[in-house]
């Protein structure tokens, strides 16, 4: 080595990187192979138990899960049934959301283990049990962009974040389905995961699929994860997806789809270039349908669809109407293969998709998004969390992100479902504010928030069928009659935030 | 305006869930039926649920029908007194075979009327022909009653009738369908067409609403909203058709003007028939929205 | 009108409201109500069917409904079948306009 002193460099103090001279005997090189240090070096560790140990997880620290398993996912309860066993008090639970599956929780919470939850929702079993006062401490709901926002800026630390992988190699670049074969477990894009990622303190990937180094492209980077669990079944895929999500053939459904289509013709927005988001399911996803159509008639081509990616937006993708497309969480297996295969379906991090702190995020770059609602009320006010029994019963998903960041924002809902009123005076549960919400479209007719007078007056030339809001619910009410009062108790349950993590409504417990 | 008749939407009479929401369709005409689709032991529940739902649901908008039963069974009669008594929709019989089921019935809604104190004359009625021999009468069944607005032809009975079966081109419909336009046109009233019950055959479906539409009908039965839409664009008149409805209607207005008794149009007169055609059009074309309301009565 | 028999009408079906009316010996209505939405609606739900079997001349029945989020006119249509049916009788007189 070459003979100089650390003296002889000027202004040393200034130069950062200066810390001793070179000396080989500290080197120690690896000459295993990458398959040797594949078996050998790597971040798998024998059990689940083994990788909370070495996480540092104690009582009353807060861990999370993704939910782009959906009704299928196994994670939650596995991880919970073990942290239960092994001892762990007063958890604070972070899920990006919670379905009917996780009612197992119930016992957790009353047994101490989980002292309190965050999630996007609520539905079943733990839904009811939490309506009806389970918890001391009220559940905090976050929308997926508040979520991510949270999480980012220290709001919401996360300290070690329990993520399930449908493939993972040794080293933590894990993704939404097995490259090599089209099998197993497939969820397409992680993006609740990858934010998770990225900020949890410690990482660990639950994975029943080790792959050869290196997992990519990934969607979940090896430098964000800290241990990898083998197991042998991380979900249910007949509870995760289904091959391709079908357009609803209910008569009702179609016609509030094809009147929403209408409306986007009529805002003014559907121009060659344009971008939009629709929902997965009933009207909001048939929305596609009658747009696709169109786009076909006039020639007009997407510049990128937004989601909650399913098989019909890769669909309009195939026929070249849609140039990109930007995929959080993908609905079916077509989404899926498509996130896998195609270069142009990018998976995009919840940050990305709709954090409220990011003036580039995806949200904000939407001319049109279609979303549905449990209730819409005479101030616009959207409810997308309890019912009209006042059970809390969904999740707040993405629905305040969209429509903020839209340029219009379309909310398709029956007049009624059966006997209950779905435009009411007032909502039960605020979850948009009517500020944002632009029209509501009904089986019975359009309404236009009082607030867009340049775009209720292109709709109302377009010769839609436009009413006042209050006209709406009058009809609805003369329908079913005028409901009594749900019977609440002062105990708040749940906390109800915006985007930005203030409290925009509180949700209170059912007295029985 | 003409009442228009393109879609008539059938909703069997028992089915609360169907009944509640068949309003909000596009429909021109809605019918509630307390005959085929309804199993004998359920007449009665039908009975009541279409008496009921007619006192109550907000019909505007629309025509509204009620196929009752037979008027040889005591269903049929208290189908009627039922349904009569709400005031409020067309009478449609089930199978019509001669003018003395026209007159029968008649004499029943006429009793009616008159114990509920209800206008007489005001209750409408609509035949339907689903046999041989009641095509044969057609013409007589049309011009039997002055409450008549329509009849329609039933396809699947009928074609039983004849001994044949029912192919997708319809040729052994052919006689049976002109019989009933026909008819509807010295009578005066809408001739309205069959179902078409594969939901799902759209392209059948609409080549089927075409061969109608060119034969003279007025309009389609319905089985499911789904097949609302094709009817009504398939009847939307076309631009070159409505300019020329304009062109007789603005010359109407020309000849009203000059106090004219004669009415021309490029150089030929325009009597009744034409003048009536052009107002069609011009309905159809208003329903359809390619024409606007305004423009009409200008 | 006397209720004789046990009789039924209407269905499970979504929008539907099943009614079973029995004979009873009471001189009152006893009404026996599931509903999707008893508790926004039940008790309108109870008053429509007790004031339906009330305007049919029935003061005594027991009455179990079974409630799908049927609208009144539907509660009131399958009251007066259930009613009818279980008196063994036609009926024989229709109203107008309920409003």
């Not at chain 1, 990128?304 to 019909?312: D, P, V, Y």
């Not at chain 1, 009320?377 to 019963?393: E, K, M, P």
């Not at chain 2, 019950?197 to 034969?215: A, H, M, P, T, W």
């Not at chain 3, 926004?40 to 989020?69: H, N, P």
Request: aromatic share 6%; charged share 25%; net charge negative.
């Amino acid at each position: 080595m070459r003979n100089f002193s650390l003296d002889q460099i000027p202004y040393s103090d200034e130069l950062t990187c200066l810390k001793d001279v070179f000396n080989a005997k500290n080197i120690i090189k690896n000459t295993r192979t990458l398959s040797e240090r594949e078996e050998l070096h790597n971040k798998i560790v024998g059990s689940l138990e083994e990788a909370v140990r070495l996480s540092g997880l104690k009582d009353g620290m807060t861990i999370s899960f993704h939910h782009h398993f959906r009704n299928g996912d196994y994670i939650v309860n596995l991880v919970m049934d073990k942290l239960a066993e092994m001892g762990f008090k007063h958890l604070v639970v972070a899920a990006s959301s919670l379905t009917d599956c996780h009612y197992p929780l119930i016992e957790h919470i009353k047994s101490g283990v989980i002292r309190r939850i965050e999630t996007s929702g609520l539905r079943g079993k733990l839904a009811e049990a939490i309506s009806g006062g389970l918890m001391d401490v009220p559940v905090v709901f976050r929308s997926h962009g508040g979520r991510a926002g949270a999480i980012e800026n220290g709001e919401l630390p996360i300290d070690v974040a329990f993520l399930g992988a449908p493939s993972c190699d040794p080293y933590g670049n894990a993704n939404g389905y097995i490259r090599d074969k089209d099998e197993g477990i497939m969820c397409g894009s992680m993006g609740y995961a990858k934010c998770d990622s990225q900020n949890a303190d410690k990482t660990i990937i639950i994975t029943n699929h080790i792959v050869h180094y290196p997992n990519a492209p990934f969607g979940i980077s090896e430098s964000d994860v800290d241990y990898i669990v083998k197991v042998d079944e991380i979900g249910d895929p007949a509870g995760i997806m289904s091959g391709a999500t079908r357009f609803t053939s209910n008569p009702k459904e179609l016609m509030i789809a094809e009147m929403a289509c209408k409306v986007i013709i009529a805002s003014g927005r559907f121009k060659d270039g344009f971008s939009f988001q629709t929902g997965t399911g009933g009207a909001s996803l048939a929305v596609t349908r009658f747009l696709r159509d169109m786009m076909r008639a006039k020639k007009i081509r997407a510049s990128f669809a937004l989601g909650g990616i399913t098989g019909s937006i890769v669909d309009l993708y195939e026929e070249g109407l849609v140039r990109k497309l930007l995929d959080v969480q993908s609905f079916d297996l077509k989404a899926a293969r498509s996130l896998r295969d195609n270069r142009f379906h990018q998976q995009i991090s919840a940050s990305y998709y709709a954090s409220p702190y990011n003036e580039g995020t995806a949200v904000n770059q939407l001319d049109v998004v279609v979303l549905s609602a449990l209730e819409v009320d005479c101030n616009y006010n959207v409810n997308v969390l309890t019912g009209s029994d006042g059970v809390i019963r969904g999740a707040i998903g993405g629905h305040p992100d969209t429509a903020y960041g839209a340029s219009v924002s379309i909310i398709v809902v029956p007049l009624t479902r059966g006997r209950i009123p779905c435009i009411v005076k007032e909502a039960g549960t605020i979850v948009t504010p009517g500020k944002i919400v632009d029209v509501i479209v009904t089986d019975h007719g359009i309404a236009v928030n009082p607030m867009r007078k340049n775009l209720r007056k292109r709709i109302v030339d377009s010769g839609l069928p436009v009413f006042e809001i209050e006209e709406l619910q009058q009809k609805a009410e003369k329908l079913v009659g005028i409901s009594d009062p749900i019977p609440y108790t002062d105990k708040v349950v749940g906390v109800v935030t915006y985007r930005d993590g203030t409290v925009i409504d509180l949700i209170r417990q059912i007295k029985e | 305006m003409k009442q228009l008749r393109r879609t008539m939407l059938y909703v069997p009479g028992n089915n609360p869930g169907m009944i509640k929401d068949a309003g909000i369709y596009n429909a021109d005409c809605v019918m509630f039926d307390l005959e085929d689709s309804v199993s004998v032991v359920e007449k009665d529940a039908a009975r009541f649920l279409v008496n009921e739902a007619l006192r109550t649901l907000d019909l505007t908008g629309k025509e509204y029908l009620v196929r009752v039963n037979a008027l040889d069974s005591p269903l049929g009669i208290a189908d009627l007194e039922a349904i009569v008594s709400t005031r409020k929709v067309v009478i449609r019989l089930p199978k019509t075979e001669s003018a003395q089921d026209i007159l029968q019935c008649e004499r029943e809604i006429e009793r009616i009327e008159r114990e509920y104190n209800i206008e007489p004359g005001s209750t409408r009625m609509m035949a339907a022909v689903e046999s041989a021999a009641g095509v044969l009468n057609a013409k007589e069944i049309a011009t039997a009653s002055p409450r008549l607005i329509g009849i329609a032809i039933g396809a699947e009975d009928y074609v039983t009738d004849l001994k044949t079966t029912r192919s997708a081109n319809g040729v052994e419909l052919m006689f049976g369908r002109s019989m009933v336009l026909l008819a509807a046109r010295a009578a005066g009233i809408d001739a309205i067409d069959t179902v078409y019950s594969d939901v799902n055959n759209e392209e059948g479906f609409r080549e089927e609403v075409q061969l109608i539409k060119q034969l003279g009908f007025d309009g389609k039965s319905i089985i499911n909203p789904r097949q609302i839409n094709a009817v009504h664009e398939i009847f939307t008149p076309s631009l070159k058709e409505i300019d020329k409805a304009l062109a007789v209607i603005e010359a109407i207005k020309e000849a009203n003007r000059k106090g004219s008794g004669v009415i021309a149009l490029n150089g030929k007169m325009i009597d009744k028939p034409v003048v009536m055609r052009a107002q069609r059009t011009i309905d159809l074309a208003v329903a359809s929205g390619v024409l606007e309301k305004e423009r009409e009565n200008a | 009108m006397k209720i004789k028999n046990v009789a039924l009408a209407g269905t499970m079906e979504s929008s539907d409201i099943m009614i079973t009316l029995e004979p009873s010996k009471e001189k009152s209505l006893v009404i026996e109500l599931d509903s999707t939405v008893d508790k926004q609606f039940g008790r309108k739900i109870r008053r429509v069917i007790g004031d339906t079997l009330l305007e049919v001349g029935v003061d005594s029945a027991r009455v179990i409904a079974v409630d799908k989020g049927a609208l009144d006119c539907v509660i009131r249509a399958r009251v007066k079948t259930a009613a009818y049916r279980a008196a063994g009788e036609e009926c024989c007189h229709w109203g107008g306009d309920t409003k």
